[in-house]
């Protein structure tokens, strides 16, 4: 069952969207070399319940860190540790999903850790891009699928990889509800989208093939070849004539 959430209900995902959105911009600063992946976990954790929302990736199924904290290769689900230091040249991937008042919001950001090569500067800016190329067809009465054929149109046009096995999805009382949100397609198919539907989108892109692998942790997903992985997400509203973004500012 898709959800078709309220005006009301609407309102409280992007109050749980604007602590996920203070959550990245706070972390911002501690992006750097010499810091553990570890610490990225703890302080959005702390950060998050500071403003009184509930960290949610926490034991979901059995998670161990507070957020997501995915680095270079490691395309999602990356688990803080200690030992893994960042290095400049590095990129580094936070997924936040906040609960808050009984509504989740669901957010990534693909940082650079200090001065990086071109091929991870090209991965940054076009996943980035392709994401908001797939939100300009969200409207009431648009197939799902076109939004999914947009983002693989832009990424291979610009020579990158589109996972298959990861996807966005609906969200909101639960982190993960129906419908799945593909980062690839055919246009004009699929769902149909209806005002009130609450859809987080996410491209999942690689600098190489887009095949994954899952490691030994039996929760960090890598990209089989070894080359760099980014990801962007926002949790946007559909509405009438176009969506709404609710982990924006």
């Known amino acids: 069952m898709i959800n078709i959430y309220s005006e009301d209900e609407i309102a409280k995902i992007k109050a749980s969207g604007h602590i996920t959105y203070l959550t990245h911009q706070h972390m911002k600063s501690f992006i750097k070399p010499g810091v553990s992946t570890k610490f990225l ?15 949610a990736c926490k034991g979901f199924e059995g998670y161990p860190g507070n957020i997501c904290v995915s680095v270079n290769d490691e395309v999602v689900h990356g688990i803080g540790s200690e030992n893994r230091i960042l290095k400049e040249g590095d990129i580094v991937t936070l997924d936040i999903v906040t609960l808050y008042q009984g509504y989740h919001s669901d957010s990534a950001v693909t940082h650079a850790v200090g001065k990086i090569n071109k091929e ?21 009465g648009a197939k799902l699928g076109s939004v999914g054929a947009r983002i693989q149109q832009y990424a291979e046009h610009h020579g990158l990889g589109v996972i298959r096995e990861l996807v966005g999805h609906g969200v909101g009382h639960e982190m993960h509800e129906s419908p799945d949100v593909p980062n690839y397609g055919k246009y004009n198919t699929g769902v149909t989208l209806k005002a009130g539907m609450v859809i987080a989108v996410e491209p999942m892109l690689t600098a190489g093939k887009r095949y994954v692998a899952m490691l030994d942790d039996d929760w960090t997903i890598v990209t089989e070849d070894g080359r760099p992985s980014a990801h962007f997400e926002h949790t946007v509203a559909v509405t009438e004539d176009g969506y709404e973004i609710l982990t924006g500012e």
Do not use: C, Q
Request: hydrophobic share 30%; charged share 40%.
């Open 41 to 55: 976990d703890e302080e959005a954790g702390r950060f998050i319940r500071e403003l009184g929302g509930i960290p």
């Open 120 to 140: 991870k500067e090209h991965l940054l800016t076009h996943t980035e891009k392709s994401l908001y190329v797939g939100l300009k067809e969200i409207k009431d």
